[in-house]
């Protein structure tokens, strides 16, 4: 949730995704590209960690530019 309420991260993904509409696992590929692997988010999660679920955050990945070029 903390890329949709960043406004730098979010444009920041938005443009990952625009530049990697095919990518494989865009959430995690996203965070390794900002380097924030390690980093937490304000509410002490980190970034990368087995307490997300991924599969829900690729698909805010991909939504972030559903419906572009059409």
């Not at 380097?35 to 829900?56: F, M, N, V, W």
Request: proline letters at 4%; hydrophobic letters at 30%; charged letters at 35%.
């Amino acid at each position: 949730m903390w890329i949709n309420n960043d406004e730098s991260l979010y444009r920041g993904a938005v443009e990952f995704m625009r530049e990697n509409p095919k990518t494989r696992h865009p959430y995690l590929r996203f965070i390794e590209s900002c380097g924030l692997d390690s980093q937490t988010t304000p509410d002490r999660i980190k970034y990368k960690s087995a307490q997300l679920d991924y599969a829900e955050l690729d698909k805010m990945m991909k939504e972030l530019i559903e419906g572009e070029g059409k």
